[in-house]
């Protein structure tokens, strides 16, 4: 790419990132906490001035411009050529990042080759708050039905959690409901593209291959487990009409029949996302 090619990219890139993380910056300059919205930047470990910094993925040459190599050319794992063209040296990012590519790409194609799995309507957050007392909840936020409401719609269901870094987080009490005991050792095996957890990861596995991923499917990513975020909540057994964010009430046939719709589409949006991730990975270590 020439030099006023990848400044517009890079300038286009930042712009869409501040828009995307606007809402956030201003409530933390504010000191305000978002219950919702906090979780894309706490939970996933990335904050928004990592999201501007634009990447044109492995492969990739920015020629240089008058006032010298591209900035990149001072950035981990990026080098210039003697002919000021700056790429990313990807022998050097294997050798410190090498099994996490692996790992992502094994991940990301195993859960692409799986049907999408639709009938578990969300009660991984119920059960995370199953017979357990406010003090013990990860968010201040009141429960929708209570806890005795909350507890009663846990035990009349059958709980189906495919996804370890969700199954973890459940109570005491509800691990031995749940259909399978998921663990870091059968994550390849268990994690299927209906999930509203395994597509919200892919924000995840994007930031761990790092500058192999162009900025736009970062930024796409990241979009989409935004989304993914707020279904998410609203599904949960937690009031959050403060946030102007209507329920989804899972507990009834009306909710359900919702949930299933929007998880649908949001698996076949992930799917897209999943493959371009997952070529990247597989090109890196080919």
């Known amino acids: 790419m020439d030099a006023a090619a990848w400044r517009a990219a890079a300038d286009a890139h930042a712009a869409r990132a501040d828009a995307l993380t606007a809402a956030h910056r201003d409530r933390r300059a504010r000191g305000e906490r978002h219950a919702v919205e906090d979780f894309l930047f706490e939970y996933y470990p990335a904050k928004p001035a990592q999201l501007r910094r634009w990447h044109p993925g492995a492969g990739a040459g920015l020629a240089p411009g008058a006032d010298g190599p591209a900035p990149h050319a001072g950035w981990r794992w990026y ?14 990012f294997l050798a410190d990042r090498g099994d996490t590519v692996r790992y992502v790409h094994a991940l990301l194609s195993a859960t692409a080759a799986r049907p999408a799995a639709t009938g578990c309507f969300g009660l991984h957050e119920w059960a995370m708050v199953y017979r357990q007392d406010g003090a013990g909840r990860r968010h201040a936020l009141p429960l929708r039905l209570g806890s005795a409401g909350t507890d009663a ?3 009349s269901h059958r709980i189906r959690c495919t996804h370890l870094d969700a199954f973890r987080f459940f109570t005491p009490a509800a691990r031995p409901r749940n ?14 593209p209906g999930c509203l957890h395994a597509n919200m990861d892919l924000y995840k596995w994007a930031l761990k291959l790092g500058p192999l991923v162009p ?9 989409l487990a935004a989304e993914i975020r707020r279904t998410d909540m609203q599904a949960s057994p937690y009031d959050v009409t403060a946030y102007g964010l209507e329920p989804v009430a899972i ?3 009306e909710g359900k029949a919702e949930y299933v719709r929007r998880q649908r589409g949001f698996a076949e949006r992930a799917a897209g996302l999943r493959s371009a991730l997952a070529a990247v990975a597989g090109a890196a270590v080919a």
């Open 215 to 223: 900025g736009a499917l970062l930024l796409d990513a990241f979009e």
């Open 153 to 155: 719609v846990v035990e």
């Open 251 to 253: 507990e009834t046939p």
């Open 79 to 92: 080098r210039a050529d003697g002919d000021g063209v700056v790429t990313l040296d990807l022998d050097a």
């Open 179 to 192: 259909a399978t005991q998921p663990t870091r050792e059968s994550q390849v095996r268990d994690e299927q």
